[in-house]
């Protein structure tokens, strides 16, 4: 079975399909949902009787937000680590992001609307103007304050979810696992995306808290340091070698590392203490055994960077393997069932990011590609785990789901539970 993808033809397009999609296809579908709001909220104030600025007013706020989105979307990939532009685009996105949820809601209403005007083109307007005129406001009215809602959630997510980072703790017995280990500790980060971050502040505030509370043996870090540029990882290099365990910190490139320079971030990481495992198995000698820690470079969608025979070609069976890699669909593709990875740690999904309120994230875009979403699978005595991650991409709010700091205790069992 063939597993080497490391392709740098495939690098190169899948880096060019991501940035068109940023710079074209993102700003068209925008430019249509404003178009689409902007036409249906302007038919609810002219039925609603106001005055002609009002148009004029919503056309300017249309097109003043769209011009901004497109700019600042632009300025921020060129200058990083510019948190001026990235509030701005933030704000931005509070205004546009909202209007995706409602838009199949106007798609209808404009479609309903034009197939009206075709339908009664002949028919006097005073005939449909004259039935139930204030029945059809009110129901207007309360349809807009409806629409409200999602602004709020938008605004919610931002401010609050953004930042709400979630410990999650999990407790997993292992059978070849050293019994002299028993409650060894790995702290798993994912999708960092330093790109999205406010401040080197809210960084870290996560490093002290690792070090003064969690106290671990590992940590892993499972991919995508950046969003767009290895600028953005530059001023987080000291905080990245102030985090400490015991026995080492490992991590493994995502998607957002190679669409970014990744000659440049592999050589930011060097200057830092953290080991990349690039195809590779490392045999972690501790006090009572050995650990193998195996990972690999990203395999995705437009990605095949990753070399899974490589990886696994001096793994003992006999030995607990711990293996880390970006994305959970890997996990189904060539581990589960076909390799001796005890534990998988991935990241790359966000917990769907945005997801349906009190479904647990279980209802997010993600999941329709996608079940292995967030937390804990375990299937034929291997398990997974995905890290729903710290930071965000290209929309910086979280709605649904909540960044979060993974903490493993591991120890040996003879059953599996």
């Known amino acids: 079975m063939l597993y080497l993808y490391k392709n740098q033809h495939n690098h190169i397009v899948g880096m060019e399909k991501h940035f068109i999609y940023v710079f074209i296809l993102l700003p068209a579908i925008f430019f249509c949902i404003e178009l689409l ?31 901004l989105f497109v700019g600042l979307n632009f300025l921020r990939i060129k200058i990083p ?5 990235l509030l701005g685009y933030n704000l931005i996105c509070l205004w546009i992001f909202p209007k995706i949820i409602l838009l199949p809601f106007l798609l209808i209403g404009n479609l309903f609307e034009a197939y009206k005007r075709v339908k009664l083109k002949n028919i006097h307007n005073s005939a ?28 919610w997510g931002y401010a609050y979810n953004t930042n709400n980072l979630r410990l999650r703790t999990i407790d997993i017995s292992l ?17 960092l995306h330093f790109g999205s971050f406010s401040s080197t502040k809210q960084f870290e505030n996560i490093c002290n808290y690792i070090n003064l509370n969690l106290s671990p043996d590992l940590i892993f870090i499972t991919g995508d340091f950046v969003n767009y540029s290895s600028k953005e990882l530059l001023p ?27 000659k440049e971030i592999e050589d930011l990481m060097r200057k830092t203490n953290i080991r990349l495992l690039n195809n590779e198995c490392f045999n972690l000698n501790t006090h009572a055994g ?10 995705g969608d437009d990605q095949h960077f990753g ?8 793994v003992n069976e006999t030995a607990a393997c711990l293996f880390l890699c970006h994305d959970p669909a890997v996990w189904d593709k060539y581990i589960l069932r076909k390799l001796p990875a005890d534990i998988t740690f991935a990241g790359h999904t966000h917990g769907g990011q945005i997801a349906v309120p009190f479904t647990d994230g279980k209802l997010n875009p993600m999941s329709l590609k996608n079940q292995r979403v967030a937390g804990l699978y375990h299937e034929s005595q291997q398990y997974l785990y995905v890290n729903t991650g710290v930071g965000t991409t290209m929309l910086n709010m979280r709605i649904g789901t909540t960044p979060e700091i993974s903490i493993f205790n591991l120890s040996r069992t003879n059953n599996l539970v």
Do not use: M
Not at 42 to 65: D, E, H, M
């Open 175 to 191: 059978p070849k696992f050293p019994q002299a280990l028993d409650g060894f500790r790995i702290v798993h980060l994912s999708d």
């Open 128 to 155: 449909s103007n004259t039935f139930s005129s204030e029945r059809r406001k009110f129901i207007a009215t309360a349809g807009w304050s409806l629409a409200s809602l999602p602004f709020f959630a938008a605004l």
């Open 236 to 262: 987080y290099i000291d905080l990245l070698n102030s985090l400490f365990a015991r026995y080492g910190k490992f991590a493994v490139l995502g998607n957002h590392d190679h669409y970014a320079n990744i």
């Open 37 to 67: 709001f902007f036409l249906s909220l302007n038919r609810f104030l002219r039925k609603a009787g106001k005055a002609k600025s009002y148009f004029y007013i919503c056309l300017s706020v249309s097109v003043i937000g769209y011009i």
């Open 307 to 314: 070399d899974i025979d490589k990886a696994f070609a001096h």
């Open 290 to 299: 050995k650990l193998q820690l195996v990972g690999i470079d990203n395999i």
């Open 81 to 85: 680590t510019n948190q001026s532009l």
